[in-house]
């Protein structure tokens, strides 16, 4: 029980965890943009790419788990996996807008994909956030079920017990 309370003191306010999400990953991203053009210089590009982006999101997902959404320590490999589909969905979602900018104008300035690749990027990046915090991360999932335990008193013969029993939204998660 002291756990849990210390856990649900440790869950930092919406605006908190955002600013955390915010420096974490653009720490992260910006680190794996240097990272992808030096480890580019030693093997093909694509493959790089495709190594630093999952060692990053692995990593940007640790640092969310511990910082930005006050997990309480590692990132279960469930975590890990939903991390990243959202990663590809918000991937997918830039490629996208990228993709519709190059129909709708036959050849658009460095300016203008820009902004529609940075406009894209933080839809994807508030999207991000939200399934994180919202799914992910949320404290129904990466609690045991006494989040709002509710006491009964149980005859069992000569002497009365205490038996806590758990009730509420995390109960029906750890059923699903």
């Known amino acids: 029980m002291k756990t849990t309370q210390s856990r649900q003191q440790a869950t930092p306010s919406a605006y908190i965890a955002f600013a955390r999400f915010t420096l974490l990953g653009g720490t992260v991203g910006l680190a ?25 999101t ?5 640092l ?5 959404f006050g997990a309480g320590g590692h990132a279960t490999w469930r975590q ?10 918000a991937f997918a979602l830039t490629c996208t807008a990228t993709l519709a900018l190059h129909q709708l ?8 994909q820009q902004t529609v690749y940075l406009a894209a990027s933080a839809l994807a990046g508030v999207a991000r956030f939200a399934v994180l915090r919202l799914v992910v991360f ?12 509710t006491s009964h008193r ?5 002497t009365d017990t205490l038996a806590t029993v758990p009730t509420g ?6 059923a699903a």
Not at 58 to 62: D, F, M, P, Q, S
Not at 80 to 89: D, L, V
């Open 64 to 68: 969310h788990a511990r910082f930005s």
């Open 105 to 112: 104008v036959a050849t658009p300035d460095a300016m203008l």
């Open 80 to 89: 890990h996996t939903q991390s990243a589909g959202s990663a590809a969905a």
């Open 138 to 149: 949320a404290r129904s999932h990466t609690q045991t079920p006494t989040t709002s335990p």
């Open 32 to 56: 794996s943009s240097l990272t992808v053009a030096a480890v580019a210089t030693q093997i093909p590009w694509g493959l790089a790419n495709a190594l630093v982006t999952i060692l990053s």
């Open 154 to 158: 149980t005859h069992t013969g000569p």
């Open 58 to 62: 692995l990593l940007a997902t640790e």
């Open 169 to 174: 939204p995390a109960t029906l998660c750890q």
